[in-house]
């Protein structure tokens, strides 16, 4: 397969085929991802929480999305790549946003940036990132990057207001250069009339059936956390798999053949003294 262009992004969503994305953090998780065949890859700044164990993304920094897209860039090939402008990287002005956004693409080799909220000085934000010939994707919903004013991580849209609020921002996102936006924890009737009223495409993650894409955290699909670990994936998380249990099952079993000495048995014991060079240790 052939590396994932905008344009061909951009022919899915003309088809009407859903778009997938996935998020990824490292080398290995990128290599997964790419296999896969998903569209595009998030170098999400949910790092901070899957990654780095953070109850928020609010702590992670440039210098750590740097090294996440540095890594994911090395192990994904064919994935349309995108890195999240983390939170304090592009609030205070445009050309701090600019700055920032030039940096996951020339430093991270992203091929989008990602920014959350659409606000007027986010719009701004946008254009000006657009304007330095940097795709953008919006993202608008449940931004975790500003629980601070949303009062934790809570869906959003429920009310007729704060649902047309959300559309009202789409459109100011569409008009401002913004190529998608990710819809986060809306009803699937905020999803569905976004959808419609945009000419771009919307990636849903919790935002219902409706949209042109959806996309999961990796760790989050993958079931990595092991069941008795208090950070359990949100609930419009499905588990495709339960890589935490098979992660878990074979550390058990290291551990056992280690501590009953049937680890390293001969077959893993590969190497041996040359004949006649036995004097140099006996
Ligand atoms: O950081 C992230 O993983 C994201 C997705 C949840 C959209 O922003
Ligand atoms: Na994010």
Do not use: W
């Amino acid at each position: 397969a052939q590396k994932v262009t905008m344009r061909y992004l951009q022919l899915k969503f003309a088809r009407k085929e859903p778009i997938t994305m996935v998020t990824a953090y490292d080398y290995p998780s990128a290599v997964h991802v790419d296999q896969a065949g998903i569209d595009m890859c998030l170098v999400g700044d949910s790092a901070g929480m899957v990654v780095h164990g953070y109850n928020t993304t609010l702590p992670v920094t440039m210098t750590e999305m740097l090294s996440h897209c540095k890594a994911v860039k090395r192990g994904a090939s064919k994935c349309f790549l995108v890195g999240d402008l983390p939170f304090g990287s592009y609030e205070q002005a445009p050309h701090q946003a600019v700055e920032s956004a030039v940096s996951l693409v020339k430093e991270g080799g992203m091929d989008a940036i990602k920014l959350e909220g659409g606000n007027a000085s986010r719009i701004t934000a946008v254009k000006a990132i657009h304007d330095a010939g940097i795709a953008v994707i919006g993202h608008i919903g449940l931004t975790p990057q500003s629980i601070g004013i949303l009062g934790g991580f809570r869906p959003q849209g429920l009310t007729s207001e704060g649902a047309m609020k959300l559309l009202e921002q789409a459109l100011l996102l569409e008009a401002a250069g913004c190529f998608a936006i990710v819809l986060e924890c809306v009803p699937s009737a905020v999803g569905a009339a976004i959808t419609s009223s945009l000419q771009i495409p919307t990636i849903g993650i919790g935002a219902g059936p409706f949209c042109s894409g959806q996309v999961l955290v990796y760790h989050d699909l993958l079931g990595m956390m092991h069941p008795q670990h208090t950070k359990v994936a949100p609930k419009f998380c499905k588990q495709f798999a339960k890589v935490g249990d098979v992660i878990q099952e074979g550390l058990a079993k290291y551990r056992a053949e280690v501590s009953s000495g049937a680890f390293p048995c001969h077959a893993y014991t590969p190497y041996r003294i040359n004949p006649g060079q036995t004097d140099l240790f006996l």
